[in-house]
C-alpha cells in the first residue's frame, strides 16, 4: 500500500522523523518515470542552537527555507558542486531538517547525498519544493516496519567544524539490506 507522508508526519521531533525516515521510499518523478529509492541513510540537523545546521548563524536567503512549514524540501550547493537533498521538520520557525545521505535503488547503494542527487536528478530547482504533494519528488509509506535493532546511529560526516555538535549520533543507517550491507561508518 501506497501513501505519500503527510505534512503532520515531518511536524514532529527532528530525530524522531530522521529515525523513521529509514526504510521509507523517497520517489522521484522523471519525465513520467518514477524513480523508487529507498531511505537507507540520513542526518538530523536540530534548530538555531546545533553549530552544525545552517540556521546556526541565523536567517539568511539561503536558509530561510528552514524556517518554514515541514515537509518542505532544502536543497543546497556544497563545493560548488554536488547537491544536497533534505526536508523540513517541526513547527515553522524553528529551523530543523533532515539530510538525505544514502539510498538504494533496485539493490543498489546509492552513498552520499551528492551522488544521490545526481543519480536522482536532484538540483535546486527544487529547492522549497513540497514533498507532501505527491508530485516530483515525495517519501512514501509502503509498509514494513524497520525494527530499532536495525538501526545504526552515528556520529554525522563531515560537520567537525561544530565542535561538540559533530559529536551528536545524530546520523541514522540502516544496517542491513536487500542490497551489500552499507558500511557502517565510524561511531
Same mark, same amino acid.
Given at each position: 500500500?501506497r501513501?505519500?507522508l503527510?505534512?503532520?508526519? %515531518?511536524?514532529?521531533?527532528t530525530?524522531?522523523?530522521a529515525?523513521?525516515l529509514?526504510g521509507?521510499?523517497?520517489i522521484?518523478?522523471i !519525465?513520467?518515470?518514477?524513480v523508487v529509492?529507498?531511505v537507507?541513510?540520513v542526518?538530523?540537523?536540530?534548530g538555531?542552537? !546545533?553549530?552544525a545546521c545552517?540556521a546556526?548563524?541565523?536567517?539568511t536567503?539561503?536558509t530561510?527555507?528552514?524556517f518554514?512549514?515541514p515537509?518542505?524540501?532544502?536543497v543546497? $550547493?556544497?563545493?560548488?558542486?554536488y547537491h =544536497?537533498l533534505?526536508?523540513v521538520?517541526e513547527?515553522?520557525?524553528f529551523?530543523?531538517?533532515v $539530510?538525505?545521505?544514502?539510498v538504494?535503488?533496485d539493490?543498489?547503494?546509492?552513498d552520499?547525498?551528492?551522488? $544521490? =542527487?545526481?543519480?536522482?536528478?536532484?538540483d535546486r530547482?527544487?529547492n522549497?519544493?513540497d514533498m507532501?504533494s505527491?508530485e516530483?519528488l515525495?517519501f512514501e509509506?509502503?509498509g514494513?516496519?524497520?525494527?530499532r535493532?536495525?538501526i545504526g546511529? %552515528?556520529?554525522?560526516?563531515?560537520?567537525?567544524?561544530?565542535?561538540?555538535?559533530a559529536? /551528536?549520533p545524530w546520523r %541514522?543507517r540502516l544496517?542491513? %539490506?536487500?542490497g551489500t /550491507?552499507?558500511?557502517?561508518g565510524?561511531?
Amino acid at each position: 500500500m501506497r501513501r505519500t507522508l503527510s505534512r503532520n508526519y %515531518f511536524n514532529r521531533p527532528t530525530l524522531t522523523v530522521a529515525r523513521s525516515l529509514i526504510g521509507k521510499h523517497l520517489i522521484r518523478s522523471i !519525465d513520467g518515470y518514477e524513480v523508487v529509492a529507498k531511505v537507507v541513510e540520513v542526518e538530523a540537523y536540530v534548530g538555531p542552537g !546545533d553549530k552544525a545546521c545552517h540556521a546556526s548563524k541565523g536567517r539568511t536567503p539561503r536558509t530561510n527555507v528552514l524556517f518554514g512549514p515541514p515537509g518542505i524540501s532544502y536543497v543546497y $550547493l556544497i563545493y560548488g558542486m554536488y547537491h =544536497c537533498l533534505n526536508v523540513v521538520t517541526e513547527q515553522v520557525e524553528f529551523p530543523a531538517a533532515v $539530510l538525505i545521505r544514502a539510498v538504494e535503488v533496485d539493490g543498489k547503494l546509492i552513498d552520499g547525498p551528492g551522488r $544521490l =542527487c545526481r543519480a536522482l536528478e536532484i538540483d535546486r530547482s527544487l529547492n522549497r519544493h513540497d514533498m507532501t504533494s505527491g508530485e516530483s519528488l515525495w517519501f512514501e509509506d509502503r509498509g514494513g516496519n524497520v525494527p530499532r535493532g536495525e538501526i545504526g546511529r %552515528f556520529r554525522r560526516i563531515g560537520v567537525d567544524y561544530a565542535g561538540e555538535w559533530a559529536k /551528536k549520533p545524530w546520523r %541514522f543507517r540502516l544496517l542491513t %539490506f536487500s542490497g551489500t /550491507k552499507p558500511r557502517r561508518g565510524r561511531p
